[in-house]
């Protein structure tokens, strides 16, 4: 079984299930995205580690991982494995030094460990060549400029315009704050903004 080596391209909100986020992963040596629906926590978790977050209570993926480190468990891969009737399901090759196992995950789980652990997710040609959408070298420019548009546009940008004119004291208590509420996706764009001026 041949495995592909994938990479995290983006994660945005669903625009065909409300509620749902979608998680585009690329093949790291070809032009083929796979979009997978996950669920809000799964993708604010993903975000978090992505992000670098360091959230003030642990999040489930983060209390697996204090939990397998504490039993000398380490994670190898992620390996999204199957599609049957548009389900994925992958697995989370582990090993404990003397043995190797795997366990059954669902994929936005598996990719939000596995991103803690710092290990490769891969997937196999069928799982691919069934779901995966190709990009043309137009299309892909196509989208680059219309996902530039995108945040140009959306309420974001004023946000960023309104935290620029904002005090370093001032950010770091409206940091320390968001993160008290777990609002994660705030607590990025306002360490953004300070990392840009330190």
Do not use: W
């Not at 190898?76 to 009737?85: A, F, G, N, Q, V």
């Not at 030094?97 to 669902?106: H, I, K, N, P, V």
């Not at 530039?148 to 959306?154: F, H, L």
């Amino acid at each position: 079984m041949k495995k592909i080596q994938l990479e995290i391209l983006g994660l945005s909100s669903s625009q065909s299930q409300t509620g749902s986020f979608a998680l585009v992963l690329g093949e790291r040596d070809g032009n083929r995205r796979l979009p997978i629906i996950i669920g809000m926590f799964e993708a604010q978790s993903i975000a978090i580690q992505i992000e670098k977050i360091n959230p003030n209570r642990p999040l489930t993926h983060d209390l697996f991982k204090t939990f397998a480190e504490q039993v000398n468990v380490s994670i190898t891969e992620i390996l999204i494995s199957d599609l049957k009737e548009g389900v994925f399901y992958s697995k989370i090759m582990c090993t404990d030094g003397s043995r190797e196992f795997e366990l059954d995950a669902r994929p936005s789980d598996a990719i939000a460990i596995g991103l803690r652990f710092g290990v490769p997710i891969y997937t196999v040609e069928s799982v691919l060549s069934e779901a995966g959408i190709i990009l043309s070298d137009l299309e892909e420019e196509e989208e680059e400029t219309e996902e530039m548009s995108v945040k140009s546009t959306t309420p974001a940008s004023t946000t960023k315009e309104s935290l620029s004119q904002t005090s370093v004291d001032e950010l770091n208590k409206m940091l320390n704050e968001a993160l008290e509420k777990e609002d994660y996706e705030r607590a990025a764009k306002i360490r953004d903004e300070l990392n840009k001026r330190n």
